[in-house]
Protein backbone atom coordinates (compact mmCIF):
# COMPACT_ATOMS: atom_id res chain seq x y z
CA UNK A 1 0.00 0.00 0.00
CA UNK A 2 1.06 3.62 -0.85
CA UNK A 3 0.67 6.05 1.77
CA UNK A 4 0.94 9.99 1.43
CA UNK A 5 -0.05 12.25 4.34
CA UNK A 6 -0.90 15.50 4.13
CA UNK A 7 0.36 17.92 7.37
CA UNK A 8 -0.51 20.71 8.65
CA UNK A 9 -3.89 21.29 10.70
CA UNK A 10 -6.28 19.20 10.21
CA UNK A 11 -4.03 17.01 8.57
CA UNK A 12 -5.02 13.25 7.18
CA UNK A 13 -3.80 10.53 5.52
CA UNK A 14 -4.12 9.39 1.44
CA UNK A 15 -4.12 5.49 0.80
CA UNK A 16 -3.42 3.82 -2.59
CA UNK A 17 -4.19 0.31 -3.11
CA UNK A 18 -5.76 -2.06 -5.62
CA UNK A 19 -8.72 -3.88 -3.81
CA UNK A 20 -8.91 -1.36 -1.35
CA UNK A 21 -13.24 0.07 -1.84
CA UNK A 22 -13.66 -3.44 -0.39
CA UNK A 23 -11.80 -2.72 3.06
CA UNK A 24 -13.39 1.02 3.15
CA UNK A 25 -15.23 0.50 6.75
CA UNK A 26 -11.88 -0.93 8.08
CA UNK A 27 -9.67 2.32 7.19
CA UNK A 28 -12.83 4.08 8.40
CA UNK A 29 -13.12 3.24 11.91
CA UNK A 30 -9.22 3.42 12.21
CA UNK A 31 -9.71 7.30 11.92
CA UNK A 32 -13.26 7.54 13.10
CA UNK A 33 -15.52 6.30 16.41
CA UNK A 34 -18.53 7.90 14.59
CA UNK A 35 -21.97 5.36 15.14
CA UNK A 36 -23.26 6.99 11.83
CA UNK A 37 -22.21 7.29 8.55
CA UNK A 38 -23.88 8.70 5.14
CA UNK A 39 -22.93 7.64 1.88
CA UNK A 40 -23.49 10.20 -0.88
CA UNK A 41 -23.16 9.14 -4.08
CA UNK A 42 -24.42 9.20 -7.82
CA UNK A 43 -26.92 7.01 -9.50
CA UNK A 44 -24.08 5.46 -11.70
CA UNK A 45 -21.32 4.86 -9.16
CA UNK A 46 -23.46 3.45 -6.42
CA UNK A 47 -24.82 0.88 -8.51
CA UNK A 48 -21.09 -0.33 -9.31
CA UNK A 49 -20.11 0.04 -5.51
CA UNK A 50 -22.69 1.62 -2.95
CA UNK A 51 -23.63 -2.13 -1.56
CA UNK A 52 -19.72 -3.11 -1.17
CA UNK A 53 -18.75 0.03 0.76
CA UNK A 54 -22.03 -0.17 2.90
CA UNK A 55 -21.43 -3.82 3.83
CA UNK A 56 -17.61 -2.43 4.96
CA UNK A 57 -18.99 0.26 6.95
CA UNK A 58 -21.75 -1.64 8.54
CA UNK A 59 -18.75 -4.48 9.08
CA UNK A 60 -17.24 -2.06 11.45
CA UNK A 61 -20.76 -1.57 13.29
CA UNK A 62 -21.46 1.83 11.51
CA UNK A 63 -25.15 2.43 10.97
CA UNK A 64 -24.76 3.39 7.45
CA UNK A 65 -27.72 5.33 5.16
CA UNK A 66 -27.17 6.65 1.44
CA UNK A 67 -28.38 9.97 -0.86
CA UNK A 68 -28.16 8.83 -4.05
CA UNK A 69 -28.18 12.15 -7.01
CA UNK A 70 -28.60 11.78 -10.59
CA UNK A 71 -24.71 11.39 -12.04
CA UNK A 72 -23.16 14.41 -13.64
CA UNK A 73 -22.08 18.55 -13.75
CA UNK A 74 -25.74 19.50 -13.64
CA UNK A 75 -26.54 18.04 -10.59
CA UNK A 76 -24.07 19.93 -9.32
CA UNK A 77 -25.91 22.98 -7.78
CA UNK A 78 -27.23 24.08 -4.54
CA UNK A 79 -30.61 22.44 -5.08
CA UNK A 80 -29.08 18.77 -4.52
CA UNK A 81 -26.97 20.22 -1.88
CA UNK A 82 -29.64 21.38 0.09
CA UNK A 83 -31.43 17.66 -0.13
CA UNK A 84 -28.35 16.09 0.95
CA UNK A 85 -28.25 18.52 3.99
CA UNK A 86 -32.14 17.36 4.37
CA UNK A 87 -30.67 13.63 4.32
CA UNK A 88 -27.86 14.29 7.22
CA UNK A 89 -30.80 15.95 8.90
CA UNK A 90 -33.02 12.69 8.34
CA UNK A 91 -30.78 10.02 9.31
CA UNK A 92 -30.07 12.11 12.39
CA UNK A 93 -26.37 12.47 12.21
CA UNK A 94 -24.32 14.35 14.71
CA UNK A 95 -20.95 16.08 14.94
CA UNK A 96 -19.58 13.07 15.65
CA UNK A 97 -21.15 10.91 12.67
CA UNK A 98 -19.45 11.23 9.30
CA UNK A 99 -19.68 11.47 5.78
CA UNK A 100 -18.56 8.92 2.89
CA UNK A 101 -18.15 10.39 -0.03
CA UNK A 102 -18.23 7.58 -2.87
CA UNK A 103 -17.84 8.86 -6.65
CA UNK A 104 -16.18 11.36 -8.76
CA UNK A 105 -15.44 15.35 -8.24
CA UNK A 106 -19.01 16.41 -8.45
CA UNK A 107 -19.80 13.56 -5.71
CA UNK A 108 -16.48 14.59 -3.46
CA UNK A 109 -17.28 18.30 -4.10
CA UNK A 110 -20.62 18.70 -2.61
CA UNK A 111 -20.37 16.15 0.20
CA UNK A 112 -17.20 18.15 1.65
CA UNK A 113 -19.42 21.16 1.14
CA UNK A 114 -22.26 19.47 2.77
CA UNK A 115 -19.90 18.16 5.44
CA UNK A 116 -18.17 22.08 5.71
CA UNK A 117 -21.80 23.27 6.45
CA UNK A 118 -24.21 20.98 8.06
CA UNK A 119 -23.81 21.75 12.19
CA UNK A 120 -21.11 24.05 11.49
CA UNK A 121 -18.70 20.97 10.29
CA UNK A 122 -18.82 16.97 10.31
CA UNK A 123 -16.31 14.84 9.02
CA UNK A 124 -16.37 13.33 5.96
CA UNK A 125 -14.29 10.99 3.80
CA UNK A 126 -12.96 10.39 0.07
CA UNK A 127 -13.33 7.40 -1.93
CA UNK A 128 -12.71 9.05 -4.98
CA UNK A 129 -13.80 6.57 -8.08
CA UNK A 130 -13.04 8.84 -11.26
CA UNK A 131 -8.92 9.58 -12.39
CA UNK A 132 -9.84 12.78 -12.19
CA UNK A 133 -11.14 13.08 -9.03
CA UNK A 134 -7.97 10.25 -7.92
CA UNK A 135 -5.09 12.49 -8.95
CA UNK A 136 -7.27 15.82 -8.31
CA UNK A 137 -10.12 16.64 -6.48
CA UNK A 138 -10.73 14.49 -3.83
CA UNK A 139 -6.96 16.02 -2.50
CA UNK A 140 -7.09 19.33 -0.80
CA UNK A 141 -10.05 20.42 0.89
CA UNK A 142 -11.98 22.53 -1.87
CA UNK A 143 -15.28 21.25 -1.57
CA UNK A 144 -18.23 23.43 -3.46
CA UNK A 145 -20.86 23.18 -5.97
CA UNK A 146 -21.91 25.57 -9.21
CA UNK A 147 -24.23 28.81 -9.43
CA UNK A 148 -25.60 29.96 -12.58
CA UNK A 149 -23.22 32.76 -12.86
CA UNK A 150 -19.89 30.44 -13.07
CA UNK A 151 -18.15 27.04 -11.64
CA UNK A 152 -17.34 26.20 -7.79
CA UNK A 153 -18.29 30.16 -6.94
CA UNK A 154 -19.44 28.44 -3.57
CA UNK A 155 -17.84 26.48 -1.22
CA UNK A 156 -15.47 26.13 1.89
CA UNK A 157 -12.20 24.68 2.63
CA UNK A 158 -12.53 21.66 4.25
CA UNK A 159 -10.34 18.82 5.24
CA UNK A 160 -11.51 15.22 4.32
CA UNK A 161 -10.65 12.87 7.60
CA UNK A 162 -9.41 10.36 4.78
CA UNK A 163 -8.82 9.47 1.44
CA UNK A 164 -8.70 6.47 -0.30
CA UNK A 165 -8.12 5.35 -3.97
CA UNK A 166 -8.58 1.77 -5.34
CA UNK A 167 -7.04 2.14 -8.91
CA UNK A 168 -9.29 -0.49 -9.60
CA UNK A 169 -12.69 1.71 -9.48
CA UNK A 170 -10.74 2.74 -13.06
CA UNK A 171 -11.66 -0.32 -14.85
CA UNK A 172 -15.61 0.64 -15.14
CA UNK A 173 -14.85 4.16 -16.00
CA UNK A 174 -15.87 4.60 -19.64
CA UNK A 175 -13.23 4.91 -21.61
CA UNK A 176 -13.89 8.67 -22.16
CA UNK A 177 -13.74 9.69 -18.50
CA UNK A 178 -10.42 8.12 -18.13
CA UNK A 179 -8.89 10.75 -21.05
CA UNK A 180 -10.78 12.97 -19.12
CA UNK A 181 -8.52 12.12 -15.91
CA UNK A 182 -5.90 12.07 -18.18
CA UNK A 183 -5.60 16.03 -18.81
CA UNK A 184 -5.56 16.89 -15.19
CA UNK A 185 -2.46 14.91 -14.98
CA UNK A 186 -1.06 16.41 -17.55
CA UNK A 187 -1.56 19.64 -16.36
CA UNK A 188 0.44 18.43 -13.21
CA UNK A 189 3.57 17.76 -15.39
CA UNK A 190 3.27 21.19 -17.07
CA UNK A 191 3.09 22.97 -13.89
CA UNK A 192 5.43 20.54 -11.36
CA UNK A 193 7.06 17.86 -13.47
CA UNK A 194 8.64 18.20 -16.70
CA UNK A 195 9.74 14.49 -15.93
CA UNK A 196 6.42 13.11 -15.14
CA UNK A 197 5.50 15.34 -18.59
CA UNK A 198 8.01 12.92 -20.45
CA UNK A 199 6.90 9.98 -18.90
CA UNK A 200 3.70 10.48 -20.83
CA UNK A 201 5.45 11.14 -23.84
CA UNK A 202 7.72 8.66 -23.99
CA UNK A 203 5.37 5.83 -22.36
CA UNK A 204 3.65 2.71 -24.50
CA UNK A 205 0.25 3.40 -22.80
CA UNK A 206 -0.84 4.94 -19.82
CA UNK A 207 -2.25 1.59 -18.29
CA UNK A 208 2.11 0.98 -18.37
CA UNK A 209 2.48 4.28 -15.74
CA UNK A 210 -0.94 4.68 -14.24
CA UNK A 211 -0.35 3.73 -10.41
CA UNK A 212 3.02 5.47 -10.83
CA UNK A 213 0.98 8.73 -12.29
CA UNK A 214 -1.35 8.39 -9.79
CA UNK A 215 1.35 8.95 -7.18
CA UNK A 216 3.05 11.30 -8.64
CA UNK A 217 -0.01 13.68 -9.21
CA UNK A 218 -1.14 12.83 -5.63
CA UNK A 219 2.03 14.49 -4.24
CA UNK A 220 2.53 16.76 -6.38
CA UNK A 221 -1.12 18.35 -5.18
CA UNK A 222 0.11 17.26 -1.26
CA UNK A 223 3.23 19.51 -1.60
CA UNK A 224 1.35 22.80 -2.98
CA UNK A 225 -1.84 22.79 -0.61
CA UNK A 226 0.73 22.31 2.29
CA UNK A 227 2.11 25.67 1.57
CA UNK A 228 -1.04 27.66 0.53
CA UNK A 229 -4.14 25.81 1.88
CA UNK A 230 -6.68 28.81 0.91
CA UNK A 231 -5.11 29.12 -2.12
CA UNK A 232 -3.40 32.84 -1.48
CA UNK A 233 -0.07 31.88 -4.08
CA UNK A 234 1.80 29.12 -5.24
CA UNK A 235 -2.29 26.65 -5.19
CA UNK A 236 -3.04 28.98 -8.01
CA UNK A 237 -0.84 27.51 -10.20
CA UNK A 238 -2.93 24.16 -10.18
CA UNK A 239 -5.52 26.13 -12.07
CA UNK A 240 -3.60 25.94 -15.04
CA UNK A 241 -5.83 25.57 -17.92
CA UNK A 242 -9.05 26.19 -16.11
CA UNK A 243 -10.01 29.90 -16.31
CA UNK A 244 -11.16 29.45 -20.09
CA UNK A 245 -12.29 25.50 -19.20
CA UNK A 246 -14.79 26.67 -16.46
CA UNK A 247 -16.27 29.19 -18.92
CA UNK A 248 -16.22 26.43 -21.96
CA UNK A 249 -18.26 24.08 -19.43
CA UNK A 250 -20.31 27.07 -18.19
CA UNK A 251 -21.02 27.90 -22.33
CA UNK A 252 -22.08 24.33 -22.87
CA UNK A 253 -24.31 24.50 -19.66
CA UNK A 254 -22.17 22.05 -18.10
CA UNK A 255 -23.53 19.03 -20.80
CA UNK A 256 -20.76 19.25 -23.54
CA UNK A 257 -17.22 18.74 -22.91
CA UNK A 258 -16.19 16.70 -19.82
CA UNK A 259 -14.22 18.82 -17.08
CA UNK A 260 -10.87 17.43 -18.16
CA UNK A 261 -11.38 17.86 -21.40
CA UNK A 262 -11.99 21.39 -21.57
CA UNK A 263 -8.78 21.57 -19.36
CA UNK A 264 -6.64 20.08 -22.30
CA UNK A 265 -8.35 22.88 -24.32
CA UNK A 266 -7.70 25.51 -22.17
CA UNK A 267 -4.04 24.70 -21.56
CA UNK A 268 -3.40 24.52 -24.93
CA UNK A 269 -4.78 28.03 -25.72
CA UNK A 270 -3.67 29.70 -22.90
CA UNK A 271 -0.43 28.85 -23.71
CA UNK A 272 -0.57 29.62 -27.45
CA UNK A 273 -1.48 33.03 -26.10
CA UNK A 274 1.75 33.34 -24.32
CA UNK A 275 3.79 32.17 -26.53
CA UNK A 276 2.24 34.80 -28.86
CA UNK A 277 3.07 37.07 -25.96
CA UNK A 278 6.58 36.11 -24.99
CA UNK A 279 5.80 34.94 -21.41
CA UNK A 280 6.61 31.32 -22.73
CA UNK A 281 9.12 29.08 -24.62
CA UNK A 282 8.38 28.86 -28.34
CA UNK A 283 7.35 25.27 -29.18
CA UNK A 284 5.97 24.59 -25.62
CA UNK A 285 2.18 24.62 -26.63
CA UNK A 286 3.05 22.30 -29.58
CA UNK A 287 4.82 19.58 -26.86
CA UNK A 288 1.21 19.90 -25.04
CA UNK A 289 -0.64 19.59 -28.10
CA UNK A 290 0.78 16.88 -29.37
CA UNK A 291 0.98 14.67 -25.82
CA UNK A 292 -3.21 15.19 -25.24
CA UNK A 293 -4.11 14.29 -28.99
CA UNK A 294 -1.76 11.51 -28.33
CA UNK A 295 -4.64 10.45 -25.31
CA UNK A 296 -7.29 11.33 -27.38
CA UNK A 297 -8.33 15.09 -25.89
CA UNK A 298 -9.45 17.74 -27.55
CA UNK A 299 -7.23 20.63 -27.70
CA UNK A 300 -9.65 23.73 -29.62
CA UNK A 301 -12.59 24.70 -29.36
CA UNK A 302 -15.46 26.61 -30.99
CA UNK A 303 -17.08 29.70 -29.71
CA UNK A 304 -16.70 33.36 -29.58
CA UNK A 305 -14.13 34.70 -27.91
CA UNK A 306 -15.71 37.61 -26.47
CA UNK A 307 -18.58 35.37 -24.97
CA UNK A 308 -16.14 33.14 -23.35
CA UNK A 309 -14.00 35.96 -21.95
CA UNK A 310 -17.37 37.34 -20.43
CA UNK A 311 -18.17 33.78 -18.75
CA UNK A 312 -14.20 34.21 -17.66
CA UNK A 313 -15.18 37.93 -15.71
CA UNK A 314 -16.93 35.54 -13.18
CA UNK A 315 -14.17 33.30 -12.24
CA UNK A 316 -13.43 32.69 -8.52
CA UNK A 317 -9.41 33.83 -9.34
CA UNK A 318 -10.76 37.26 -9.87
CA UNK A 319 -9.73 40.32 -7.91
CA UNK A 320 -9.80 43.93 -8.12
CA UNK A 321 -7.45 44.49 -10.75
CA UNK A 322 -7.99 41.83 -13.29
CA UNK A 323 -8.19 37.93 -13.08
CA UNK A 324 -5.17 35.36 -12.28
CA UNK A 325 -4.17 33.65 -15.56
CA UNK A 326 -1.38 30.63 -14.64
CA UNK A 327 1.07 30.71 -17.89
CA UNK A 328 4.34 28.38 -18.24
CA UNK A 329 7.79 29.79 -18.24
CA UNK A 330 8.07 25.81 -19.84
CA UNK A 331 6.98 22.40 -19.09
CA UNK A 332 7.23 21.82 -15.25
CA UNK A 333 7.78 25.61 -14.86
CA UNK A 334 4.95 27.56 -13.94
CA UNK A 335 4.02 31.52 -12.50
CA UNK A 336 1.00 33.21 -12.12
CA UNK A 337 0.17 36.74 -14.31
CA UNK A 338 -2.86 39.33 -13.12
CA UNK A 339 -4.26 40.41 -16.49
CA UNK A 340 -6.71 43.49 -16.59
CA UNK A 341 -10.17 42.49 -17.45
CA UNK A 342 -10.50 44.61 -20.22
CA UNK A 343 -7.62 42.96 -22.25
CA UNK A 344 -8.54 39.85 -21.22
CA UNK A 345 -10.69 39.40 -24.97
CA UNK A 346 -7.31 40.63 -26.74
CA UNK A 347 -5.26 37.71 -24.66
CA UNK A 348 -7.22 34.98 -26.28
CA UNK A 349 -8.30 36.49 -29.51
CA UNK A 350 -5.50 35.81 -31.80
CA UNK A 351 -5.32 32.58 -31.05
CA UNK A 352 -6.86 30.01 -33.52
Request: proline share 2%; charged share 25%; aromatic share 8%.
Amino acid sequence: MQKITVSGQNGYEILIQSGLISRAGEFVRKVSKAQKALIVSDDTVFSLYGKTVKTSLEAENFKVSSFVFKAGEASKNLNTVTEMINALCKAELTRADIVVALGGGVVGDMAGFASAIYLRGIDFVQIPTSLLAQVDSSVGGKTGCDLPFGKNLVGAFHNPLLVLIDPETLNTLPDRYKKDGIGEIVKCGCIRSASLFEKLENCEDFESIKSEAIFECVDIKRKVVENDFTEKGERMHLNFGHTLAHAIEKYENYVGLAHGEAVAVGMVKITKSAERLGYTNKGTAERIEALLKRFGLPVSFNAPTKELTEIMLHDKKRNSGGINLVLLKEIGDSFTLCCRTEKLQEFFSEVE
